[in-house]
């Protein structure tokens, strides 16, 4: 009896991985696909990192395959396309051959610099994407208005590339989307008001991450900004101007992380309610003018708060005196430990 089970078992076993190794080909019409990206990239790469045609195409370097067994009709899809830090592949991006990869839901390029020319439209087909990055390669134009398109997208990474020209208005429109990161580009105009509005907070994602940093962007913090969730803020280094109260202001906000440091901000810092949770603000080379609130002395969670190189007065909170000089220098006339300038007497400054 128990030898029989055991047989019974040995015999499942091998069964399982029979079907495990052999269902590691993909299906014909992606294999096809996968050849014709292939043949577009230099051959020095592929012999290096692709497998030959012999092996099956699930096990080639960057494929992932839908191995759900309940999903037949997925079974042997490639859903995932990643090239990764590799010096050697160049060219332009092979969208025609990749949007033959009907079932994909990420795609990756990373570290790939001699990968270069625009992000093709062909991609627009990838209808089921929900993660798409784009980052450190030689990539440049624009970044394509078909990305609003996915409906399914909730990572969108194009970072570190020579993209140009605004952010397509259309990156509103995808309801799942948490992540968007376009820094290091060469992006110019205003930042879409509506970005992440359809987003509602659940218990599996409890916020959102824009980053925008080291761009030529220019006008001011959307104000739609205020009912939105960020865990994640960072618009550093652009040409921002006007009021960050709609990221910075609201006390029960999640947010976490402010970076506006080196934009043209302009705005009265005495009347911003920073939320409880926040845990790092940098605001630092801005024209921030008015006080430091009271609050932020008391805010527990604060690791972080440079406001250097701005236009702020007044007596900096008690609570503040443990962060280094460096975080207040710079400014019109802040006072008060851990600046050697002492405030004026308790009399004068109300
Ligand atoms: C890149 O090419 C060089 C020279 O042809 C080779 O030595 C190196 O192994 C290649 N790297 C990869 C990741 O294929
Ligand atoms: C950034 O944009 C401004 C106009 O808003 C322009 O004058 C400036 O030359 C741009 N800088 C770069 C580095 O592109
Ligand atoms: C900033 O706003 C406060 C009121 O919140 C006001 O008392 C103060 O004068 C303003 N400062 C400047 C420089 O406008
Ligand atoms: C900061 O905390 C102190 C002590 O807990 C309290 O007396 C003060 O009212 C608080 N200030 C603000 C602005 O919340
Ligand atoms: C605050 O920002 C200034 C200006 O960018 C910088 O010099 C300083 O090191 C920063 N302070 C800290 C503590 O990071």
Redesign the pocket.
Known sequence: MAAAGLLLLLHLLSNSIFLASGSKDCHADDKTALLAIKAAFSPSYLDMSWLSDAAPCCDWYGIECEHDIDIDRSWGRVTSLAFLRDANLTGAVPGDAIAGLTHLQELLFFKVPGVSGPIPDSLAKLSGLTSLTISRTGVSGAIPSFVGSFTKLQELRLSFNSLTGAIPASLAAPPQLIVIDLSRN?L?GSIPPLLFSKFVPSTYESGVYLTLSHN?L?GSIPAQFAAVSFLGFDVSRN?LTGDASPVLSGRGRPVVTVNLARNRLSFNMSGVEFPDKVNDVDLSHNAIYGGIPARVGNLTDLQQFNVSYNRLCGELPAGLSRFDVYNFQHNKCLCGAPLAAACATASSRH
Do not use: M, V
Request: proline content about 0%; overall charge positive; glycine content about 0%.
């Open positions: 060469r110019t030529n220019s040409q």
